[in-house]
């Protein structure tokens, strides 16, 4: 039963709590007003109120073509999130519904596998990248996001389908399905829900990437945070062109991000807080 | 009969994911490892030859290797301070009773979503900008001076934007145990005369033990990979101030091609992580059963 809370106490954490949340929003707030306002508007000093000009956005666009890491983004995050989702779809149902004695050690060396510092093995794959021509390819970066975020998508399709009843599994053999129909029929529905958390977690991790997106790339296959990386020795003054890109940069992630906080929890904690 | 063609059947599923998996944890370690052995230069190709310990050595006699070292403590401690009590202070706010709290929790989680090179320029030039950031504008309107961040101040500007980022991911764990406590424990303490204090210490934070673990340990391992905020503002500078060991061997393997000692410190850098991943496997491996 919820406690009776006097209303004055509620406003008064209503205040404290409001103010905390847009003290911490505050520099993705005033990069989006900066955004809309000129670069002369930009570097007068502090100004919440801009003239709304939407030139920086296309600036951007026709300095930079940005377009091109935009779209470089979208394909390296959503392709890398899929290949990995056909490697981790079946061998998390495997572990789920036909474990063995091992299969808690697998799921443990797997999470292993993501301890390693990324910058440990930059060296060898910074000269396979080279040598074999994957450097500055999208192939060649989106099968590195796969590679690296394959445990995370293993572990949260596991717990996800951990939580789907054996006995239905188990009536559904019973009744003679095969193991085709009892994935098509009874297995994916009720999996749909958790491989649609897990794409959406493995995405915006993806998107976010960038140790390895700045090493591999230069120009053509470079993502928005190779791009956004590049803009760190600016030539001149950019205040609102660098807000109106890095607007742009986020705004997608940022509102998938707000409706998977739960799943967020569950994938980034391995299912260790739930 | 039938268990056994599903058995069989469920091995060849998860060998895609176990055979990728090993080939990309084994060959490239064993690469580096292989390379930090050797005397290997990218500049000067054809003069590769057997180094025995000495990238090791090097590395380790080198100032700025214990610079980095402390830095990457110095680092990861900062943040790992700020975010685990700003986390449970404004996860214990957000769980009281307010007005739009659905909002509240959208504006607190959403530094996370901001990718790091965004974050950390939004900081260095919107924010901590000397001219032209908010903080210059505030000491302005107060009459100092203001203050040069990344110049005066460059790791500690740098542990600024990472817990900036990393408070929403702690506040938003720490929130989900809290909102898995009993509420009628609280209460009937509450009943039985305990002061909030004497709550929070012996009913709440005793619940969320088990979270500020799991956020402790997670978030050093990516905290020992900071990288592309310190690309971004310093460049590790001025001199190594801001050099952390991600940023160390970075600059050794691309900026200098030392191939050998980059992979030695590659090598330093994979059993300093190590030690923390023990223990994080041994919190997630009890919750497994």
Not at chain 1, 121 to 143: C, E, K, S
Not at chain 2, 45 to 63: K, L, M
Not at chain 2, 161 to 182: E, G, H, M, N
């Amino acid at each position: 039963m919820a406690r009776a809370v006097s209303r004055n106490t509620k406003i008064g954490y209503t205040i404290a709590a409001w103010f905390v949340a847009l003290l911490i929003f505050f520099p993705i707030l005033y990069t989006i007003i900066t955004s809309l306002k000129t670069e002369q508007e930009a570097i007068s000093g502090f100004n919440l109120i801009p003239s709304f000009t939407l030139q920086s956005y296309e600036d951007v666009q026709s300095q930079y073509n940005y377009i091109r890491p935009f779209m470089n983004s979208v394909i390296i995050a959503v392709g890398s999130t899929i290949l990995a989702l056909i490697v981790a779809i079946p061998a998390a149902w495997a572990m789920a519904f036909s474990p063995t004695k091992r299969t808690k050690d697998i799921l443990m060396w797997m999470l292993s596998t993501k301890m390693m510092p990324a910058v440990a093995v930059l060296v060898p794959i910074y000269l396979i990248f080279l040598r074999t021509g994957l450097m500055d390819t999208r192939i060649g970066l989106t099968v590195m996001l796969m590679l690296i975020n394959l445990p995370i998508v293993v572990w949260m399709l596991y717990t996800y389908f951990r939580e789907i009843p054996g006995e239905i599994l188990e009536a559904a053999r019973m009744d003679g399905a095969t193991l085709g129909q009892e994935i098509v029929y009874v297995l994916t529905p009720m999996a749909v829900p958790g491989i649609a958390s897990t794409l959406l977690l493995n995405i915006i991790l993806a998107w976010n990437e960038s140790f390895w997106t700045i090493q591999l790339t230069t120009t053509n296959a470079a993502p928005l945070s190779a791009f956004i990386a590049s803009f760190s020795s600016p030539q001149g003054l950019f205040w609102a062109k660098l807000s109106a890109a890095s607007v742009m940069a986020i705004a997608p992630i940022l509102i998938m991000g707000w409706f998977s906080q739960k799943q967020l929890v569950r994938g980034l904690t391995f299912g260790a807080v739930k | 009969m039938a268990t056994r063609q599903t058995q069989s059947l469920a091995r060849l599923m998860r060998a895609p994911a176990i055979i990728l998996l090993l080939i990309w944890m084994l060959v490239p370690l064993g690469m580096t490892l292989y390379y930090s052995f050797l005397n290997y230069n990218l500049l000067s190709p054809g003069t590769t030859s057997w180094a025995g310990w000495f990238n090791y050595q090097y590395f380790y006699t080198d100032p700025a290797f214990f610079q980095s070292i402390w830095n990457t403590l110095v680092l990861v401690l900062g943040v790992l301070l700020i975010t685990v009590c700003g986390g449970i202070a404004i996860a214990l706010l957000i769980d009281k009773p307010i007005f739009g709290q659905g909002i509240v929790r959208i504006l607190v989680i959403s530094p996370f979503f901001v990718m790091p090179p965004v974050a950390a320029l939004i900081w260095k030039n919107m924010i901590m900008h000397p001219s032209y950031g908010v903080f210059a504008d505030i000491a302005k309107f107060f009459g100092a001076t203001p203050v040069d961040w990344f110049a005066q101040y460059p790791l500690l500007s740098i542990i600024l934007i990472v817990a900036w980022q990393w408070l929403p991911f702690a506040t938003l764990i720490l929130l989900t145990a809290l909102q898995s406590l009993d509420g009628e424990q609280v209460e009937a303490a509450e009943m039985d005369g305990a002061s909030a204090f004497a709550r929070f210490t012996h009913l709440t934070l005793p619940h969320m033990s088990r979270a500020i673990t799991v956020v402790i340990l997670i978030q050093t391992i990516f905290l020992l990979g900071v990288y592309a905020e310190i690309l971004v503002t310093t460049n590790g500078g001025p001199g190594y101030a801001s050099t952390n060991l991600t940023y160390l061997i970075y600059r050794a393997a691309r900026l200098n091609f030392d191939i050998g000692g980059a992979a030695a410190g590659g090598i330093i850098a994979v059993i300093l992580a190590n030690i923390v991943a023990i223990f994080l496997m041994r919190a997630v491996g009890k919750n497994l059963d």
